[in-house]
C-alpha cells in the first residue's frame, strides 16, 4: 500500500471518500498514460483533496492544504512536487483555475470519477 493511501486511511478513513478517491486516481492514471507525467502527483493529491471535508465541506479544497503539508513533512521525499500538488487540491473543484497541467488533468479526473461504475455502485447502495 503507498504511504499517501496510508496517510488517508489513518487522517479520514471514511468509505465514501475512500472509493471516490481512488475513482480519481484511475481517473489521472488512465488520462496521463503514454505521458512523461508524475503519477505520483496524482495518487498524492488523489488521496488528500477531499480531506478538509472533515473541517468544512464548502471549502474543503482549503482545508485540504494543511492535510497536504502534513503528509509532505512526514514524506520529504515528496517535497518537491508541492507546487503541483497544492494546485490540483486547491483547483479541484468547478470554480477552480488550475496552472499546471496537473491542476487541469486532476480537475477533469475529479468530474470523470463521478461516472466510474464503481462510484455508481457504491452510491446506488446507499
Wanted: glycine share 4%; charged share 35%; net charge neutral.
Amino acid at each position: 500500500m503507498n504511504k499517501a493511501k496510508l496517510f488517508f486511511i489513518k487522517e479520514y478513513n471514511d468509505e465514501k471518500m475512500l472509493i471516490h478517491s481512488e475513482c480519481v486516481i484511475e481517473a489521472c492514471v488512465n488520462m496521463v498514460k503514454n505521458t512523461n507525467l508524475n503519477k505520483d502527483i496524482f495518487i498524492i493529491a488523489g488521496w488528500v483533496h477531499d480531506m478538509g471535508k472533515k473541517e468544512d465541506k464548502e471549502n474543503h479544497h482549503e482545508e485540504s492544504i494543511p492535510f497536504l503539508h502534513k503528509f509532505l513533512e512526514q514524506n520529504p521525499e515528496y517535497k518537491d512536487l508541492k507546487e503541483e500538488l497544492e494546485d490540483c487540491v486547491l483547483n479541484h473543484r468547478s470554480k477552480g483555475k488550475p496552472k499546471t497541467i496537473y491542476g487541469l488533468v486532476f480537475k477533469a479526473a475529479d468530474k470523470v470519477a463521478l461516472n466510474n461504475k464503481r462510484w455508481f455502485e457504491f452510491k446506488k447502495q446507499g
